[in-house]
């Protein structure tokens, strides 16, 4: 009998190890899984009790130590004179959407102080991005802009009768690095066709530039470039019709900017993974290991519930009014309703058929109109326009503005924080990058400021 004994532990021991494997891999792809641990976020529907004894915590009553300012070489000091001879014209053709377009308008400015051009005023090519035809006078105020930008840089509307018919010379600036690369090899193209158009890229070296082309460019972002009449009036009338004060939140989850991310949502209603995988193309989301490293890198947008989560860490009331900044097909919105009732959008607000018309440039106008002027204001993403309205509610002094931390969610997510921890962690992170302002550096144009 004795042999049958000891046979029990020999059959035992290798089927407990087989069971200890299999339950590590399980709780391990639990805990890794982003999907699965958004899911379990907890939103809560009242407007106390949200992170125990900090219930009352307000986020925007932090003491900040550091502001960022306009810079005083820019802002302060006069523009050096412009020569009185011009190398030529340059032409800035602008791709993507409205904050995109206008980012690389106001490195057109910069270049072309730099090369001593002359500015044609810029060609809108949204046709790709909007599907439709808007230009930059259906936008911003021409005249004003260029009064405002003279003696910084020499602007035209078209050009001269005898070069009427001339198409510009392209030059391709994508690899351009700053003031040596643009006057080495732009330059001798510039001189020779004398009329160019390029796209500035999206890796310049802004700090490379001399202050005087540095100074054009702030010049003509941020204080010269304002909405049209027709439009701003239109802007004016869908800020009085928003309950004060309020919240400007910029959400940035719809199913472009989902599929561009290559995150993958699994959690996502049947219709929300049917937009995204109807314009996800040849971009397929990442998989095992490799996704939970991007997640984990804060390369995820936040999804509306995410987004609740934070807002609620942060103590943000659920009586608060918000005004949504988002273009089209938002998806999962239901998640952030559910703890706000006070939410508002452009459509909401305004009706009639010169809304219905209006394009895309001058829909999202609107949007970045209502967020400069908002009492506050979040972003979920800190894309283009995050940074350009950032920078604009910085140069009107405006500073109760807040990025959140996509990265540190994740991070702290992947540590097994949850409940009450991850809220109060979130809260510790948000109130650190809110008082030394590292959430929303500006660095181009303007300074840090020790308070």
Not at 123 to 130: D, G, H, L, Q, R
Request: aromatic share 10%; glycine share 6%; with cysteine.
């Amino acid at each position: 009998m004795k042999p049958q004994k000891q046979t029990i532990p020999i059959i035992i021991k290798p089927l407990l190890t087989f069971l200890i494997i299999s339950l590590s891999i399980i709780l391990a792809l639990v805990f890794l899984s982003p999907s699965s641990l958004f899911s379990e976020l907890s939103i809560s529907t009242s407007s106390s009790g949200i992170i125990g004894n900090h219930a009352r915590f307000d986020i925007w009553n932090v003491r900040r130590v550091v502001e960022w300012r306009p810079c005083k070489w820019w802002i302060d000091e006069k523009p050096v004179a412009l020569p009185v001879k011009m190398n030529g014209y340059i032409r800035v053709d602008c791709y993507g959407g409205l904050n995109q377009m206008r980012r690389d308008f106001c490195d057109g400015v910069g270049v072309a102080r730099l090369l001593n051009a002359t500015l044609v005023l810029p060609k809108f090519e949204v046709a790709a991005y909007w599907n439709e035809s808007s230009g930059f006078a259906d936008v911003f105020d021409v005249d004003y802009f260029i009064q405002q930008t003279a003696g910084f840089v020499h602007i035209v509307k078209e050009l001269p009768p005898e070069m009427s018919s001339v198409s510009p010379f392209q030059v391709d600036c994508r690899k351009r690095k700053g003031q040596f690369d643009y006057i080495e090899t732009v330059l001798p193209s510039l001189l020779e066709h004398h009329y160019i158009s390029i796209t500035p890229a999206m890796s310049q070296r802004r700090d490379r530039y001399p202050l005087y082309a540095k100074a054009a460019l702030c010049e003509a972002c941020y204080k010269a470039l304002r909405l049209n009449d027709a439009l701003e009036k239109k802007a004016v009338q869908l800020l009085e019709a928003i309950p004060k004060p309020f919240l400007a939140l910029h959400l940035r989850f719809e199913p472009d900017m989902v599929a561009y991310s290559q995150c993958e949502y699994p959690g996502l209603s049947p219709a929300s993974l049917k937009a995204i995988d109807a314009v996800r193309g040849d971009r397929q989301p990442w998989t095992g290991e490799a996704a939970r490293v991007w997640w984990k890198r804060g390369k995820c947008p936040l999804t509306p519930r995410e987004t609740a989560f934070i807002l609620q860490s942060l103590g943000i009331p659920s009586n608060t009014t918000i005004y949504l900044a988002a273009g089209d097909g938002l998806m999962e919105v239901e998640g952030l309703k559910s703890a706000w009732r006070n939410i508002f959008t452009k459509s909401s607000l305004l009706g009639g058929e010169d809304f219905t018309r209006m394009h895309g440039n001058t829909k999202a106008a609107l949007d970045y109109y209502v967020s400069i002027n908002s009492d506050f204001y979040i972003a979920t993403y800190f894309g283009n326009m995050d940074k350009m309205v950032s920078a604009m509610r910085a140069y009107r002094g405006m500073h109760r503005t807040l990025c959140l931390n996509r990265r540190a969610f994740a991070q702290l997510i992947s540590r097994g924080l949850k409940g009450k921890q991850l809220r109060r962690a979130l809260r510790r992170v948000h109130l650190e990058e809110f008082a030394s302002g590292r959430g929303t550096a500006l660095p181009d144009c303007f300074c840090e400021f020790k308070l």
